[in-house]
């Protein structure tokens, strides 16, 4: 889960989902154990449920996922939005906090393990 509280902005969001799904899962060690080669053998897909879906840059989404392999990102309508206070000077434009929610798949090609 990922929240923007301020600024509206639903890549924030996204980032932060995608940050703690990947926070949440020991694969990575796991995999780096078998000697796998991230670029060849590993697949990273997203999917992102987030208010407002068609504003996410889907690049900066990427970045967020930190290693060298095949990704793809799906950004749907979903999460959630409610409502909080305009503090102009944190950059807010309504009173919405944006809630993504994330859901990361990490694929290893069979014959590598």
């Known amino acids: 889960m990922g929240i923007d509280q301020h600024g509206q902005d639903s890549t924030k969001a996204s980032i932060k989902a995608v940050k703690d799904a990947i926070s949440r899962v ?23 449920g987030v208010p407002y879906p068609e504003k996410v840059d889907i690049e900066k989404v990427c970045e967020a996922i930190p290693l060298k392999c095949e990704k793809a990102i799906t950004v749907v309508s979903g999460g959630l939005s409610g409502p909080g206070i305009i503090l102009e000077e944190f950059g807010d434009k309504t009173n919405e906090i944006l809630i993504a929610l994330a859901f990361i798949t990490v694929y290893v090609r069979r014959e590598s393990i």
Request: proline share 0%.
């Open 26 to 48: 020991c694969a990575v060690g796991l995999l780096e154990l078998f000697g796998l080669d991230f670029e060849k053998d590993v697949k990273v897909e997203a999917l992102i």
